[in-house]
């Protein structure tokens, strides 16, 4: 049973154009949204992240959106460059109180390639 | 400040050994957590700690022990390993169980 999930294993953008990144949830228990960016060789660095009171947070070009009736999230990037290429996590926080609360589940992770 | 390091960055290892992976973080967090992240699979939560002294199990806990005697540590031990633990383990860490976690660098096992 995926509770969260990222259902496009990868996506191609040009550079300057805008990169979306979808994340679909199950759990509406989940109170805290995270998105984690994950060079290859390196462990997930912490990108953005949202509360589920909100519906909106940017941060310079990083936008995320919280559909909290559709639990529906998505990563805008915009503009999008080169460096940006990388695999992108969405993570989901629990609010079950009770052994093991709070953990994240992560979806499988989306790869993004930017293209020159 | 180094944040959070692993140790191996790579491992070969036979099946049936034992193997220990290390994780340190200088950061002073009170939680820590290790994951295994597979290909098509994302990341998994193995176990976790939420404070010294106390340990719980993730998603995926079998065949896999932790210990936390510490703050700064959280050793991830694999008693008789199997291939099919061959996997990138992450050991990441948050100022509270709940708080944006963050991660280290990696351990690449293959387990033969």
């Known amino acids: 049973d995926q509770q969260v999930k990222q259902n496009s294993p990868s996506l191609s953008v040009q550079e300057g154009r805008i990169s979306i990144l979808n994340c679909d949830y199950t759990n509406s228990m989940f109170d805290y949204f995270l998105w984690y960016k994950k060079y290859p060789a390196e462990g997930p660095t912490f990108l953005i992240s949202?509360?589920?009171?909100?519906d909106k947070n940017e941060d310079g070009r990083f936008t995320v959106f919280l559909n909290k009736s559709a639990k529906h999230l998505s990563l805008h990037i915009v503009p999008s460059q080169p460096g940006d290429s990388a695999v992108y996590f969405c993570?989901?926080?629990?609010?079950?109180?009770?052994?093991?609360?709070?953990?994240?589940?992560f979806g499988k992770g989306t790869k993004l390639s930017v293209i020159p | 400040i180094a944040g959070i390091t692993q140790a191996p960055t790579s491992q070969i290892l036979a099946a049936g050994r034992r193997m220990t992976l290390r994780c340190t973080q200088d950061m002073r967090h009170n939680a820590m957590y290790w994951y295994r992240q597979d290909l098509g699979l994302g990341l998994r939560l193995i176990h976790y700690?939420?404070?010294?002294?106390?340990?719980g199990k993730g998603e995926v806990p079998d065949g896999y022990s932790v210990s936390r005697a510490n703050t700064d540590d959280f050793p991830l031990t694999l008693a008789s390993a199997v291939p099919s633990q061959t996997s990138v383990y992450f050991c990441?860490?948050?100022?509270?169980?709940?708080?944006?976690?963050?991660f280290g660098p990696g351990t690449r096992l293959t387990v033969l």
């Open positions: 700690s939420n404070t010294a002294g106390t340990t």
């Open positions: 949202i509360s589920s009171i909100k």
């Open positions: 993570a989901a926080r629990d609010t079950y109180s009770g052994a093991g609360s709070y953990q994240l589940t």
């Open positions: 990441a860490s948050s100022d509270r169980v709940g708080d944006t976690q963050y």
